[in-house]
């Protein structure tokens, strides 16, 4: 079985300033994907980036970019230039090859942007 | 990506009553949904996948007979929670998988409330 680690329940930034979000997961798969998903307050699973295992390029969308060492396997977030938007609740998922497209989560990081 | 709608949004009942929930693709033909159960505070856990016009499949320790779920059309799918009891009280979140892999869209939640 998967599993998927966020040891960090809760962090907070300030604005303008960078952050990140630290995942490891287990897995004996050689190929699948990781995700990173932000719950905001109203709920809404909204899709932050994700990435191919099989690509060694860091995936990067605006301020979010990732960290993702397969060896280690680590998949953290960094926001840069924080914003109060930001602030949310931050799954970190895994989908194996041969789960049917089910995601399996993270505890979850709860993300505070400051003023 | 896909526009995903659940009905209702949220729902109180009284023990021992059965609670329908719907999760609608309103812009794509969804061959593949899931259904998770979300407690407060906690991760999203994946109660089951729904393919479309087959039985769905349960994770371990969720009772198929409690939880009903029919994928009778490639844009509906349904979830009945059976005989709810307080414990079933939870946000119920619906997803739809997307033409590729890595692509899953996600559905506003329920937030069912058994009194």
């Known amino acids: 079985a998967q599993t998927v680690t966020q040891s960090q329940p809760e962090m907070s930034v300030q604005e303008a300033e960078t952050v990140t979000l630290s995942c490891t997961y287990d897995?004996?798969?050689?190929?699948?994907?990781l995700f990173w998903y932000k719950q905001p307050p109203s709920r809404q699973m909204i899709l932050v980036i994700r990435?191919?295992?099989?690509?060694?390029q860091n995936a990067t969308e605006n301020r979010f970019s990732v960290n993702f060492q397969k060896a280690a396997k680590s998949f953290s977030l960094k926001i840069s230039d924080s914003q109060l938007g930001d602030t949310a609740m931050y799954f970190c998922a895994f989908m194996p090859p041969n789960s049917g497209y089910a995601l399996n989560f993270g505890k979850g990081t709860s993300l505070l942007v400051t003023p | 990506g896909a526009v995903v709608s659940q009905h209702p949004s949220r729902v109180i009942c009284k023990s021992g009553t059965s609670v329908k929930i719907e999760c609608r693709s309103l812009d794509f033909q969804a061959t593949t949904m899931f259904w998770y159960r979300q407690f407060p505070k906690q991760s999203l856990m994946l109660m089951a996948t729904?393919?479309?016009?087959?039985?769905?499949?349960?994770e371990q320790g969720v009772e198929k007979d409690k939880f009903l779920i029919n994928h009778a059309s490639l844009t509906l799918s349904t979830l009945t929670v059976t005989s709810a009891h307080p414990e079933d009280s939870s946000f119920y979140i619906c997803?739809?998988?997307?033409?590729?892999?890595?692509?899953?869209?996600f559905g506003p939640g329920t937030r069912l409330t058994v009194l």
């Open positions: 990435q191919e295992a099989y690509k060694q």
């Open positions: 997803s739809v998988q997307g033409d590729h892999i890595n692509e899953q869209f």
């Open positions: 729904s393919n479309e016009g087959s039985k769905a499949t349960y």
């Open positions: 897995t004996s798969e050689n190929n699948y994907y």
